[in-house]
């Protein structure tokens, strides 16, 4: 019945006079004072079926809601007598062609005609109803993730910070949350929030939730991570202690390019409480990864926000392709996303042998770096040159920015290209015999502007430049050293025009009169 139930709108609350709402309690349904859906039945074509009527008891005090179930019969001479084919009942969702059933579905719809007709008519009424077609649902973004018995809810403070577990997750809506809940050492094997069951024991559709890994943590905060991951480990009472409480629970989801989500995994932090513990801190995280690809973090969604990475990247075979964030100046790094960094100074100072932590550019914070470079007599200007460029800029300094800091590598448009700046270019690699060109610094430039609406506007970044300046460096005597700075930079730049009113503009009339209006006076 509360599958059939049209007026149920609300997840996880109760509807105002909807006596079919499974979610209304005895509480709620005292203060309704009609039955918008008196009725509730299947499909009503059907010669014969069950119908659930609903009504109140206004005499009762508190009113209550009365549930009855009858056969109702459908007088119509063209009425259903048996479903064997229940799919025929209601539209299911189209087969997205793909590189693997392209040929099947080609043979089944290619030709001039064909029949929709299944291979082998089910005569199983229990078998699939029209309400389960859709095992293989495709979500959009935001939707609520359906379960078998409701939806794949992420625990949240609303009102104050105890958890509520009427929150639903969202298709492709990272989360998370912290909040609190009241627990006790005598009643935690009761309490179904902090049971590993409780967050694995529905399905998403046709897809179970499986657990990835369990963490265990000790009064202590000590953390330990058990090689099985298999094993269900439920909250029991040993020595005084309750121990298996989840104090955290991720959730990662993997879906495919047209919305269908295809695994879902959870991992546990679970630990213990004492009798003197009245309450518990609990976290919640909900991720999503396309199938068959790397995920790759965002930096805003969609404009960038004020403290997390630029993304850059570089352009093989005609396209960008984001080597995760932009970091600048730089070095190419030797971790494992390909990251680049601006140089963090040392307390040594020394350029060349500098070899440590980098730091990565963030959005909206201007920074500046450098070292000293120590020169003598012995060292050669083309060899020194092509090391102070391999320092400020890196191996391979990216060539494209994103606008935005959920821009995807196929989207071309949504990739600024890096403007490059030379200072005596032509000289940079040239040694004479007096004097050589070397760089001493890199400044980068981000000019960004506010994007979309002004209740709202969205950071968006329109320009970047790397700027190389060069200095002459003349030729020391034998024997002589000289210390010179290098330095690497960036900064931001709101480039944003003031905001101003808009207002409709006043209708034209574009009378036309006929030439001979005004005869005989003209």
Known sequence: VAKLCVCDLLVAQCDVNCCCDPDCSAADVSLFTTCSVPIVTGDSRLCSQKAAI?????????????????????PSVFCIHATNYKQALSF???????????DQLLKQFGSASFSAEPDSWN?????????????????????PIQTVDAFLRLPSPVVSSWC???????????????CIRSVSVEKCGNIQAVSMLFYINSSILAVNITVQSIVVQSLNGMRNLLNGSDVLRLPMILDELCINIVLGVSYHITYTDTGEIIEAAASFVLG?????????QQSFEISFTQVNTKPVPLSGNPGYVVGLPVRAGFRPQGYPFPVEILFAALVLNTNKYSQLTILQSTSNQDCLAAQGARTPILFGYNMISGCKLRITAAMKCQPLTQTLLDLLKGQ???????????????????????????????RIYNTFQ???????????????????????????????????????????PSGRERTIPITSSVVFTDISSPAEPGYKAWPTINAKLPFDFFFPFV
């Open 396 to 426: 391979s300094f990216p060539e494209y920015v994103a606008s935005f800091g959920n821009s995807q590598a196929q989207d071309v448009l949504d990739w600024v290209p890096i403007t490059h700046l030379h200072t005596s270019e032509q």
């Open 164 to 178: 509520s577990d009427a929150n639903p997750a969202g298709f492709l809506v990272n989360q998370a949350t912290k």
């Open 272 to 280: 213990a409480i004492n009798k003197e513990a009245l309450s518990i």
């Open 123 to 143: 005569m199983n009424t229990d078998a699939q109803n029209p309400s389960d077609v859709n095992e293989t649902y495709s979500y959009e973004y935001g939707v």
């Open 54 to 74: 609903y009504s109140l008891d206004v005499e009762a005090n508190p009113p209550e809601r009365i549930f009855k179930l009858i056969d109702q019969v459908n």
């Open 434 to 476: 007096s004097s050589c060109q070397i760089p001493v610094s890199l400044e980068i430039e981000v000019k960004w502007t506010k994007y979309g609406s002004l209740v709202n506007p969205q950071a968006r970044i329109v320009n970047v430049t790397a700027t190389i300046t060069t200095t002459t460096l003349k030729q020391l």
């Open 92 to 102: 299911s969702s189209p087969e997205m062609p793909t590189s693997e059933n392209f």
